[in-house]
């Protein structure tokens, strides 16, 4: 503290938590100044950059690479070097194709279930997740009582393990769940849930909201109080309806924050697997069977795995992921475009 | 003295990420059924009073760990010392070969000879290990329900068709969901459909296309599921290969059939206890057989350790006639040591039923056929069982004709064999 007053002389406690830093920094700088003249400016951003790049690199790029090469070999061995080379021939069996619209006149059926289960589920998934995330932000945006509560209560799921969300949901839909329990109670006939490819399908959308709308809420919910008061006043002032001060103040601002949310709401309903492995198992029959767990199980979990096979569908589900979100930036950037001339 | 900070530095880093046993350290991998474990962990523990410059160490996890990651595992070189698997024959090159190492080869061989071609690759007179238990596919009924329905549980030569029709008529009148389950499995099914004469096994020792038999087997069961006879909780909820059990359903009384092994005795023992009388039927008859699928548990050495005596002393204690006794009496596990079978057990339990039960299994074992006591020898079953429980699932949950199915599940194992290069 004393060294906080003018005039004093002497070392406070914030000076001494220095020192350590100061030593360090006086014994970097001179090599540093010394990589600096060797290298340049450019030279030094690339340096700076160089732990960054190599971590990805590593745990990356690289994994990458040899998924690549993976899938351009045959059999059943793990090992690379055990592999057979068979260019495209994976890639091939996954579009081995009389109709892409009918699965069962494809060699690999079930990957291209699983592709139109995905493409389902993304399309349905992804629109709810956001209208529910918005209206849930908006509301929790308002004067409630209790507000910080119900923020907790909707951020809740998100802390739990999607193995957890998996276990309670199947405990509450099977045929002897809770929710057959409380439907009795009320008069009604229980109804196997899990057993209904619609239900089911369903219940794998409505699960995945209920475990991460809170994540995305927040998000929102962030961008919502970035939003100077002042506008809606002033609107308020000129008469303007709440509808209007809606779509012309609260969601041109909110732009960014729900650009990020499409974007991670996307990617992760591509990736879902986790939470329906443990609901539904990909059932009935494959009705809710996903991408990932199609390469789960074609690489790990099946009796004689076909790594090269699971490596190939990664890749394309990695493709698609990478065009998608091109899609979405691109969009989102001439948007910006235009509102810029406007 | 910087290189010797170094050199501990890196002998600390080593020592804490390191998964690899220490010299006299035997890394068991287990799973359980019942409460095999515990009767485990107590062998193990007095093998170690024993020896004690020997220290077992028994991880407990689930079957799924044993099926899904342990084969990974193996394939990169890596693992426990010890396993208990049921995947036997497809993974024996995996497994350590103790011939060399036990104190007396020719015990082995006169006591667990019987399945030892299960677990080591063909043409080879390894011995990997031994079968902890023998199991066979079989069914229970719930007694209770037939006698309060007032009808006579159908007898042993009773077929499948008899099975259904008794136990539909004991679920309208005691009004319970569904009159049979069977564990979703393609193990499960491929009994029965020996029993309609289905041979999955080719000449050429490949696996062979569909047969009359395993279709007429499967279309009656899938017609089953379509019209409630069959649980659809077990075999429509889940997809892929996904294992799903219907022990609970039985357990809680809500199914007067349900067919799955002997290894559920003891569960059933344990958590049904005096709620209900339930008695094993063996395995319900079809026109070639009344067989259940012979298999079970073994224990297994793996030969990537870093300890083989060591391993090769744990397994020669456990393969000793009195522990093998001891093991099967505590678990109630049908035995697959020769001495201990001839010489007659004595189940450890209060609870008549499990002894009955025990006792039919026994008999049971007489009547499997041919046919099923190859299986759990032959490298392609599981790829088999794959294929059926799979194909078999989509088409009760109605997402594909049976034909289509058939013909899945056919191009199915076709793909497996081709992708496996044998």
């Known amino acids: 503290m004393k060294a906080d007053v003018p005039g004093k002389t002497g070392l406070g406690i914030g000076e001494v938590a220095l020192v350590p830093v100061r030593l360090a920094m006086g014994l970097i700088d001179a090599p540093l100044r010394w990589l600096q003249r060797v290298a340049g400016i450019s030279g030094m951003a690339a340096f700076f950059l160089m732990p960054n790049m190599l971590i990805f690199g590593i745990f990356i790029l ?31 069996r996954l579009f081995d194709c009389r109709n892409y619209l009918d699965p069962n006149t494809c060699a690999e059926d079930t990957f291209w279930t699983a592709v139109a289960n ?140 729900l650009l990020v949310v499409v974007v991670l709401v996307l990617i992760k309903a591509v990736q879902i697997f986790d939470e329906v492995y443990v609901l539904t198992g990909g059932g009935p029959g494959t009705s809710t ?38 899609l979405q930036l691109g969009l989102s950037r001439s948007s910006e475009k235009k509102g810029a001339r406007k | 003295m910087r290189k010797t900070r170094t050199l501990l530095a890196a002998l600390a880093v080593g020592l804490l990420t390191s998964t690899a046993a220490l010299a006299g350290d035997v890394r068991v991998m287990w799973y359980s059924d019942g409460v095999e474990g515990e009767v485990m962990k107590d062998l193990l523990d007095r093998f170690m009073k024993e020896n004690p410059g020997i220290n077992v160490i028994l991880d407990n996890v689930a079957y799924a760990v044993v099926r899904d990651q342990l084969p990974v595992q193996l394939e990169a070189g890596e693992g426990p010392d010890i396993a ?141 599921v379509e019209d409630g006879t069959m649980s659809k909780d077990v075999w429509v909820s889940a997809g892929g290969s996904t294992y799903r059990a219907g022990i609970e359903d039985f357990v809680n009384g809500q199914v ?16 049904i206890g005096t709620n209900f009388d339930w008695v094993a039927t063996g395995s319900p008859c079809g026109p070639a057989a009344c067989t259940g699928m012979p298999g079970g548990a073994g224990l297994v050495a793996i030969k990537y350790t870093k300890n083989p005596k060591d391993v090769a002393k744990v397994m020669d204690y456990l393969a000793r006639e009195d522990i093998a006794k001891e093991f099967a009496e505590r678990s109630l596990f049908l035995p697959a040591h020769k001495g201990v079978i ?44 794959a294929a059926l429980v799979s194909r078999v699932g989509q088409a009760a949950a109605g997402e594909m004709k049976l034909d289509e199915a058939f013909a899945r599940i056919d191009t199915d194992i076709a793909a497996k064999v081709k992708d496996s290069g044998r």
């Open chain 1, 62 to 92: 690289l994994p990458f690479f040899i998924n690549f090469a993976y899938s351009m070999t045959g059999s059943t061995a793990l090992f690379l070097s055990d592999r057979t080379f068979v260019g495209s021939e994976q890639y091939a």
């Open chain 2, 84 to 224: 208990r698997v049921t995947g036997l024959k497809a993974l024996s090159n995996h497994w350590l070969d103790l011939r060399p190492l036990v104190a007396d080869a020719a015990y082995w061989d006169t006591n667990f000879g019987e399945q030892a071609d299960w677990m080591r690759p063909d043409g080879s007179n390894q011995i990997s290990g031994f079968m902890t238990q023998i199991t066979l596919t079989g069914g229970f009924a719930n007694k209770t329900l037939f006698d309060q329905a007032g009808i006579a549980i159908p007898g042993p030569n009773a077929t499948w068709d008899d099975w259904a029709k008794a136990s539909k008529e004991v679920a309208a009148s005691q009004q319970v969901p569904f009159p049979m389950v069977i564990d979703r499995s393609g193990h499960r099914i491929a009994g029965p459909s020996i029993s309609y004469g289905a041979n999955f096994m080719g000449a050429d020792g490949k696996p062979a296309p569909l047969d009359e038999g395993a279709k007429t087997f499967l279309t009656k069961f899938v017609g089953w």
């Open chain 2, 342 to 385: 001839e010489k007659g057990l004595d189940f450890k339990t209060d609870d008549a039923q499990a002894k009955a039960a025990l006792d039919i299994f026994v008999k049971a074992t007489t009547t499997s056929s041919d046919i099923a006591k190859k299986m759990p020898g032959w490298f392609w079953s599981d790829t088999v069982y």
């Open chain 1, 118 to 257: 995905t493409g389902w589920f993304v399309i349905i998934q992804v629109t709810l997740m956001i209208v529910v995330s918005l209206v849930t932000a908006l509301i929790l945006n308002r004067e409630l009582a209790a507000r910080s509560f119900w923020r907790a209560v909707f951020f809740f799921p998100v802390l739990l393990s999607p193995v957890v969300v998996g276990l309670i949901w199947k405990w509450i839909l099977q045929r002897q769940g809770l929710l057959n329990f409380s439907l009795y109670g009320f008069g009604f006939e229980p109804y196997t849930w899990l057993n209904d490819r619609n239900w089911a399908f369903a219940a794998t959308v409505g699960v995945s909201i209920w475990a991460h709308m809170g994540f995305y809420t927040l998000i929102l919910l962030a961008g919502l109080q970035a939003i100077p008061k002042d506008l809606y006043e002033a609107a308020e002032m000129d008469g303007t309806r709440p509808a209007r001060a809606f779509w012309r103040i609260t969601m041109p601002l909110l732009a960014p924050n």
């Open chain 1, 289 to 326: 069977l996903y991408l990932t767990q199609y390469i789960y199980e074609t690489g790990f979990a099946a009796q004689l795995r076909n790594p090269g096979l699971a490596a190939a569908a990664s890749i394309l589900m990695g493709v698609v992921l990478v065009v998608l979100t091109l």
């Open chain 2, 256 to 271: 007067p059939f349900y067919y799955s092994g002997s290894w559920q005795v003891p569960q059933l023992s344990t958590k």
